[in-house]
């Protein structure tokens, strides 16, 4: 009967060494595989915007921690719903949160959704008309018609209907009453379609005279009237409202013009009074909105989740998924069913963020069950931002931007080339020092931090992709930290090797014994070093953090790869000639380590024995 094989003294150091090369091999093959070839780069190596926002609230006990943290969130997953993943949002001090956007988001869409950070409101609309249009110039011929009167209204209105599939719509789960649209589909419960430009015959607005067209009115006898009359804009506004505007709100609204940014940002409103707003973005035709508002009669915190779509039953593009809790869902039934008895415009309520309008769909038929979809030919991008909104819109407190600061791509790569001739510095030293001291040795810690480099290059790049890991300037320093430490493990286990064999121990033997007395010195510094990391990272924010998430990583590395490769490789060398006997180059050299010569086998007698043995 055979007997199996004893292990040996030393292990299977082979095994080890197949297993990191296989990781490190698959890992840099999943890296090329998906793309993420290069990690991402913070705002200060890649260049983008950092912007300063500052709390403010009439009640000073709001400014609170609490508050700010949920702000700080609800800052973050607007930034990142739009794509901008890399994003950094970090409070600093008590009443002060920094957003850095790095180079490659839209750092422009994202600096206007950042700055609007007041609370979002749903609001009746009460009347809707064009502000900031263009006048036409006058055509010095009267505009007859079949009856030879001039036009009624001017050029280029248009009025859009829910079949025209111009405007939005949102809709509810259809019920056995609920009418069917062109597709087939109920929508009896829905939000059918945001007005676009209200036109007077869709509404049955008087028309405006016949002044409005830009042209003179034909006399009796059929000749033009001497002198046009040149209509203004805000005739053309007045002759194209749809509502009827509040007596309160009739000056306000009469004399707002939406076409100037500073106009639109200005307009305020209590919660439980009507107001006059913008619209948030231009329409189709080129020109915004000025709205009408009604008190508050949802708010926007009431929200409990809002996702963009596709409507794959009517295949009419993306939408917007709106749940709402339960509080929100009675006020949204409610102010639904109140609406969809309304002519338009006051069928319609208004989502309104930071006073501006962001969107004003109208209302069929009263929607329970607290939710709704948002419908209405937009594109992804559109929907996107709709539902960011809806979801991230409402934050407990106000914020105001305090400083707005640019870092260039010029200059960020100006400091990622700083740091990366100073981690080449400190690489290139440590194998010069490996090679002169270690010698042969010294190849083993060069091969070392090669895998080590390999294993952080690939683990950050798929980090980047994977949860937007973002590599800063603390951050590569951490990693050149990492060097040092990386090398400080290497030279702990030689020099309790160098150890063994000055004490007359054969290479093979002292590989062995050494390694435990070794393991135990290398596991208690990498556990200090991986401990302060770890403290660092919870205690700290922002770029610091960076620091210390590479630092703790590189850490753990460095004990994978003093295991798994240094150890295995070095009692795999040890069965070699060339460092078994002691060639001067291979760094064991007993000669040059001063080594004691080997014991006898032979014991020496004891002068006790001596004389017994005499005697």
Known sequence: MATPKSRPRDGYPGRALALILVVTVGLVALMFGTGNTKPRLGIDLAGGTSITLTAKSTD???????????????????????????????????????????????RQNAADQVGTTAKLFFRPVLAVAPSGITVPAPTGTPSAGASGSPSAAPSGSAAPSASAGAS?????????????????????????????????????????????????????????SAQATQPSAADLSAAMTQGTVPPELSAAFAG???????????????????????????????????????????????????????????GSGWQVQLQFNGTGTDAFTKVTGQLATQAPPNNQFAIVLDNQVVSHPQVNGPIPGG?????????????????????????????????????????????????????????????????????????????????????????????????????????????????????????????????????GAPLRPAVQRAWPRARRTILVSDFVSFLCAAVLYVVSVGKVQGFAFTLGLTTALD?????????????????????????????????????????????????????????
């Open 371 to 503: 939710s709704a979809v948002i419908t209405g030919q937009f594109s992804q991008a559109e929907a996107q931002d709709l539902s960011n909104v809806l979801s991230y819109g409402a934050l407990p407190l106000e914020f105001t931007k305090s400083d707005i600061t640019t870092v260039s791509p010029a200059l960020g790569s100006d400091q990622l080339k700083a740091g990366l001739v100073a981690g080449a510095i400190g690489m290139l030293l440590v194998v010069a020092y490996s090679l002169v001291y270690y010698r042969g040795l010294g190849l083993v810690s060069i091969a070392g931090l090669v895998v080590s480099a390999a294993l952080t290059y690939s683990i950050m790049s798929l980090l980047g992709g994977g949860i937007g890991f973002a590599l800063t300037l603390p951050a590569v320093c951490g990693a050149i930290v990492a060097i040092g430490i990386t090398a400080d493990s290497f030279i702990v286990y030689f020099e309790r090797i160098r150890d063994e064999v000055r004490e």
């Open 168 to 224: 939005s719509s949102a809709s509810h789960a259809p019920t056995a009453s609920a009418s069917s649209t062109k597709q087939g589909r109920s929508v009896g419960e829905a939000l059918a379609a945001e007005a676009a430009t209200p036109s007077a015959a869709a509404t049955g607005a008087s028309t405006a005279p016949s002044a409005a067209t830009g042209s003179a009115a034909p006399s009796a006898s059929g000749a033009p």
């Open 60 to 106: 000073p006990k709001a400014v609170n921690k609490a508050n700010m943290d949920i702000a700080t969130g609800i800052i973050e997953r607007r930034v990142n719903g739009m794509g901008v993943s890399e994003a950094e949002v970090q409070t600093q001090g008590s009443d002060t949160i920094i957003v850095n956007i790095p180079k490659g988001g839209d």
């Open 256 to 314: 707002l013009d939406c076409s100037k940014p500073e106009i639109r940002s200005a307009q305020t409103g209590a919660e439980d009074k009507a107001m006059v707003a913008c619209s948030q973005k231009p329409g189709k035709g080129g020109y915004y909105e000025k709205l009408a508002l009604g008190p508050v009669a949802v708010k926007g915190s009431d929200v409990s989740k809002a996702q963009p779509s596709l409507d794959t039953q009517t």
């Open 559 to 615: 004990v994978v790869v003093i295991f798994l490769f240094t150890k295995p490789l070095i009692t795999l060398l040890a069965r070699r000639k060339f460092f078994s006997d002691g060639h001067p180059w291979s760094g064991l050299d007993p000669k040059r380590l001063g080594a004691r010569p080997p014991l006898r086998s032979s014991r020496r007698r004891s002068p006790s024995s001596a004389a017994v043995k005499g005697a």
